[in-house]
């Protein structure tokens, strides 16, 4: 994570997914924390087509907002807004990993960058 100021703080995250059957809705828990700073984040999302819609809730900060954006076969491009937070997001998967950039507006935060891997 960097911060506004310039500093980075090492951050810490599990991620569940839960995917519907047919593949057109995705559910996704985050927890995150680094020394100052705890996100848990729940999202729901419908595909349809290349398009993505869906809501956010943010439960540590009580926000909660909507999310839109594309999708192709592995990332994932939103726009996360809520009405005090906007942020672009962009996902991407391989068999054994994914990478999650965040880039909010309005906060000290300028980016949160994610790895995660299962393999």
């Known amino acids: 994570m960097k911060l506004t100021n310039g500093a980075t703080e090492q951050v810490k995250c599990v991620a569940t997914y839960f ?4 593949g057109s809705t995705l559910d996704q828990n985050l927890r995150c924390a680094s020394a100052s700073y705890k996100i848990d984040a729940k999202a729901n ?3 349809t087509g290349s ?3 869906g809501s956010w809730e ?11 954006g594309q ?3 592995n990332h994932f491009k939103l726009l996360v807004k809520g009405d005090t937070f906007t942020a672009n997001m962009t996902m991407s998967s391989s ?3 994914q990478s999650i950039s965040i880039t ?3 906060l000290n935060v300028d980016s949160i960058s994610i790895g995660l891997r299962k393999c």
């Open 19 to 22: 995917i519907e059957k047919a």
């Open 45 to 47: 999302y419908s595909v």
């Open 51 to 53: 398009r993505v819609s």
């Open 58 to 68: 943010e439960r540590t900060h009580s926000a909660k907002g909507e999310v839109a």
């Open 71 to 73: 999708v192709t076969d």
């Open 95 to 97: 068999a054994c990993k």
């Open 104 to 106: 909010p507006q309005g």
